[in-house]
């Protein structure tokens, strides 16, 4: 049973560009979690989506990011224009339920040049 | 809103015991966790505790809670430098669906 997989690991765009970060849950696992991890800062919080539906976005910047979890496919975080405080890592966590803990995968760490 | 503090290092010799403290502030915390962070890592669970238990123990870990102080601490037992990672703590409330409020974390450094 394969664990959360995100993809790709490292992710270089310029100023202005869009980013794609993909993450596919734990197989079973219908709740997919998305935080973002500032230079030595601990996660925070972005969106927490079931699939096709957005449940809670409460720490989502209000311009140029959006996530999507459809029916089909891996859970997507967009970010539209990219500037360089965007730089982070960003984890994807996965869960069956919200009763559960989460299972969290490695991580795309963004670099805006 | 919820706050989440922790320490942000610690240093212990290889053999020694390793205590890592966190505090919280949101009273209707339902669970609380700790993770582990290797360098370029996601994160690892370690362990969690109900609110409503004061102790938990898993082979060199043990959790304490003290609810009334909104105090949590690990300790790990024996430890080893294959334990050098950054620790984070994280709580669950009531009110906040499954979403997790994270501490800043603590590194942890075991020198031989």
């Known amino acids: 049973n394969a664990g959360v997989m995100q993809n790709p690991r490292h992710l270089v765009r310029r100023r202005g560009q869009e980013a794609r970060l993909r993450c596919s849950p734990m197989?079973?696992?219908?709740?997919v979690y998305w935080y973002r991890q500032l230079p030595e800062e601990g996660l925070k919080f972005m969106v927490y989506?079931?699939?096709?539906?957005?449940?809670?976005e409460s720490g989502m910047p209000k311009e140029r990011f959006s996530a999507e979890f459809p029916k089909e496919g891996p859970s997507i975080l967009r970010i539209q224009q990219v500037v360089r405080g965007d730089s982070a890592a960003y984890f994807c966590?996965?869960?069956?339920?919200?009763?559960?803990?989460?299972?969290f995968g490695s991580g795309t760490r963004l670099t805006v040049v | 809103g919820e706050d989440v503090e922790q320490s942000l290092f610690l240093s212990v010799r290889e053999g020694d015991s390793s205590v890592i403290n966190c505090t919280y502030t949101?009273?209707?915390?339902?669970?609380l966790y700790w993770y582990k962070q290797e360098p370029g890592a996601g994160l690892q669970l370690l362990t969690y505790?109900?609110?409503?238990?004061d102790m938990k123990q898993d082979q060199r870990l043990t959790v304490l809670l003290n609810k009334k102080d909104k105090h949590l601490s690990l300790r790990i037992a024996d430890t080893q430098t294959g334990d050098s990672a950054i620790y984070f703590c994280?709580?669950?409330?009531?009110?906040?669906?499954?979403?997790?409020?994270f501490g800043t974390g603590t590194q942890l450094k075991v020198e031989l």
């Open positions: 966590a996965s869960s069956p339920n919200t009763d559960d803990g989460y299972t």
């Open positions: 197989k079973g696992h219908s709740h």
């Open positions: 989506l079931q699939k096709e539906n957005i449940i809670d």
């Open positions: 505790i109900f609110s409503n238990m």
């Open positions: 994280a709580e669950k409330n009531t009110g906040g669906g499954n979403k997790l409020t």
């Open positions: 949101d009273s209707s915390s339902t669970y």
